[in-house]
């Protein structure tokens, strides 16, 4: 398979599984235990990989959000809780959710080696979130690993995604408008940003552009480790009933 088609194939599934423990009832609930509702463990859970940055730099980095929510919920999040310990503890359920969904996912050791291929071979400039991620411990057992990998690779396609739009000349805002129209408000922009036909070229765009920026790392795989990595994200979206 082309290193493009692989991209194509398996980057709906990785966006997915990637944020499947992001808001399950398991994760809520370890939130919950260290004083942060869902939405507040999410900000500071996975803008925490930051430090304890202001608010203006967490809203930069996430992108789609407005700004002025941001701020409520990071700067009132971390008033309980330190960042960095927020961060340590969402991607610690990250990994909880991988050992009770993949256990009996077969092909995980391959997947793993593949995963972290493209992990070391993407640069990391330029892209906060997914750096700050990436340089996270991540455990040693499979279920585990394998989901906190697919949590990283989120990230990097995330943060790629974000140049290319303000590349290609569209407002994060629009973009999320156009792409998740439902979930405008929740994100913070009421009332919703309007759009042309022409920003949907734009964003057309960008989406060509984010899978060409993620060509070079996914380009470490090999043949067999590509068949590995389109494999096992399958096998990871099918146990996470997740639909690409």
Avoid at 33 to 45: A, C, T, V
Wanted: hydrophobic fraction near 50%; charged fraction near 20%.
């Amino acid at each position: 398979m082309h290193v493009l088609e692989l991209i194509k194939e398996t980057s709906p599934i990785i966006g997915k599984a990637g944020a499947a423990f992001y808001f399950h009832p398991d994760t809520l609930a370890r939130g919950r235990e260290i004083g942060l509702d869902g939405f507040r463990f999410y900000m500071l859970g996975r803008g925490g990989v930051l430090g304890d940055a202001e608010a203006e730099v967490v809203a930069s980095a996430f992108g789609y959000f407005h700004p002025a929510l941001v701020a409520r919920m990071w700067n009132s999040a971390r008033e309980r809780v330190a960042p960095r310990e927020a961060a340590r503890v969402y991607f610690q359920c990250c990994a909880h959710l991988g050992r009770v969904k993949l256990a009996q996912v077969e092909g995980l050791e391959a997947f793993c080696a593949a995963a972290e291929k493209v992990i070391a071979a993407a640069n990391p400039a330029g892209l906060p979130l997914y750096a700050g991620i990436a340089a996270q411990p991540r455990v040693e057992d499979l279920p585990g690993r394998a989901l906190q990998l697919v949590a990283v690779l989120r990230e990097l396609r995330g943060s790629l995604h974000l140049v290319a739009v303000v590349a290609s000349g569209l407002a994060p805002e629009v973009a999320h408008a156009i792409r998740r129209p439902n979930d405008v408000k929740t994100f913070g922009w009421d009332p919703a940003p309007t759009y042309t036909e022409a920003d949907r070229a734009k964003l057309d765009a960008a989406e060509a552009l984010t899978n060409a920026l993620l060509v070079p790392p996914y380009s470490a795989l090999d043949e067999t480790a590509r068949a590995a990595f389109l494999d096992g994200v399958r096998a990871i979206g099918a146990a996470l009933e997740v639909q690409p």
